[in-house]
């Protein structure tokens, strides 16, 4: 459908306010999802932040006399003390 103006164009042909109005609604909707996207992806790293700080502040003051020795990938052994 090709228009004569600018001004037509804007009116689309009588049914501007409901072109317009679902063109709003689904730009708000897709500013809120992407917001709320953002605000989740912040809360979780956050979470994680925490957990890391209480897990190494729980190992470090719990650490055991005697650490036990694992096999590492290539097969030595190491010690995680």
Known sequence: MAFASFAEFLAMGGHAPYVWSAWCVTALLLLLIVWHARVEYRQLIN???????????????????????????????????
Not at 71 to 77: A, I, K, L, T, W
């Open 47 to 81: 979470g994680v932040k925490r957990r890391v700080r209480r897990e190494r502040a729980r190992s470090t003051s719990a650490a055991p006399q005697n650490a036990a020795q694992f096999n590492s990938v290539e097969g030595g052994m190491r010690d995680d003390a």
